[in-house]
């Protein structure tokens, strides 16, 4: 069975630009969690959905970012404009349900905003 | 509120030799405890969990006994291999069933 993919691996892009990153779930899993992972703040959990629908985004950093879950297999994260202090690890990670502490992650998306 | 504290890395070891990252946590309800592991270029993965006091988790050689009176849980293992370099994280659910993190600890292992 696949697991979480991601996409892209890596995107260099320049301050002010617009990033999409992708997603998609592990089949069956209710649950997605985007997360942010730098040296400074180690990682830190940005948004997550139930069956779709966002429950918590308390920890996106700021209105330039966003996220939508349009359908059970399919998840985006949207930084505009971006800024240098954006460079980092994006991963996404699905999950049966958040009792079971067990978190399926993709193999995250590296971001380098020039 | 929940927290986790882990030993600062990073830790270096030789092959063979014998591994212990401490791991400590706070938190009012009784949460599971974990620890994953992420390896050069990959997510997280799981590698062991407990869910209540006195449970020991294992996996690939690795253990980890749910320590109540001592708010620990400790990541051991026997004899280290080069490909156990790696970051480990310690981690609970708080009472929301959220992941707490710690900061992670960096392995290296020499041959």
């Known amino acids: 069975d696949a697991g979480v993919i991601q996409s892209p691996r890596h995107e260099v892009t320049e301050m002010g630009q617009e990033v999409t990153l992708r997603c998609k779930p592990i089949?069956?899993?209710?649950?997605l969690f985007w997360y942010r992972q730098t040296m400074m703040r180690g990682l830190e959990l940005l948004i997550y959905?139930?069956?779709?629908?966002?429950?918590?985004d308390s920890g996106m950093p700021e209105d330039r970012f966003s996220a939508k879950m349009p359908n059970a297999s399919f998840s985006t994260l949207k930084i505009q404009p971006s800024e240098p202090r954006d460079s980092a690890v994006y991963f996404c990670?699905?999950?049966?349900?958040?009792?079971?502490?067990?978190?399926?992650f993709g193999e995250g998306s590296r971001l380098t905003v020039l | 509120g929940d927290s986790v504290t882990q030993m600062e890395g990073p830790v270096t070891l030789s092959e063979e030799a014998f591994l212990t990252i401490n791991c400590t946590y706070t938190a009012t309800g009784y949460p599971s405890l974990f620890w994953y592991v992420q390896y050069p270029g990959e997510g997280l993965q799981l590698l062991l969990k407990?869910?209540?006091a006195d449970d020991k988790g294992s996996n690939k050689g690795f253990e980890a006994t749910y320590r109540k009176e001592t708010t620990s849980f400790h990541l051991e293992k026997g004899s280290v291999q080069v490909s156990d370099s790696a970051v480990y994280f310690c981690a609970l659910t708080d009472s929301n069933y959220q992941l707490i993190w710690g900061a992670g600890t960096k392995l290296i292992i020499k041959p």
């Open positions: 407990a869910t209540k």
């Open positions: 959905f139930n069956n779709n629908v966002p429950i918590d």
């Open positions: 089949s069956g899993h209710d649950y």
């Open positions: 990670a699905s999950s049966l349900h958040p009792r079971t502490g067990e978190l399926f």
